[in-house]
């Protein structure tokens, strides 16, 4: 019913950037909430941006400054730019959008992506 696909992940040296974005597609009523999710190995998956319909962002003290998170709402679309990039950012990155599907009726749900790889190199 609805897909999140992510692209712009790749390898990157130390203090380089990327741009990360997610297309939500599908039988969408309403989105609420898009952010991105940082996965690594044998770690729970954290957040790394967050971004209401309403405009209010949140980000982790480890990325604060360094990310930043915008939405194409015409698009259904979420970006992640990343800029001085660290090696401890490199993992998988998963973007999700909270949201209502057909009609508009229920609850809004959690969507996630399949998430692309991203390798920050010393």
């Known amino acids: 019913q609805v897909q999140l696909v992510e692209s712009g992940g790749g390898l990157v040296q130390a203090g380089g950037s990327l741009r990360l974005s997610c297309e939500a597609s599908?039988?969408?009523?309403?989105?609420?909430?898009m952010g991105w999710g940082r996965q690594v190995p044998g770690k729970q998956r954290e957040s790394v941006a967050s971004?209401?319909?309403?405009?209010?962002?949140n980000y982790p003290d480890s990325v604060k400054g360094r990310f930043t998170i915008s939405r194409d709402n015409g698009k259904n679309t979420v970006y992640l730019q990343m800029n001085s990039l660290k090696p401890e950012d490199t993992g998988v990155y998963h973007c999700y959008a909270n949201l209502r599907t057909g009609s508009g009726y229920g609850s809004n749900t959690n969507y996630w992506g399949q998430g692309t790889q991203v390798t920050v190199s010393s």
């Open positions: 599908g039988s969408i009523f309403s989105i609420n909430a």
């Open positions: 971004l209401t319909s309403g405009g209010s962002t």
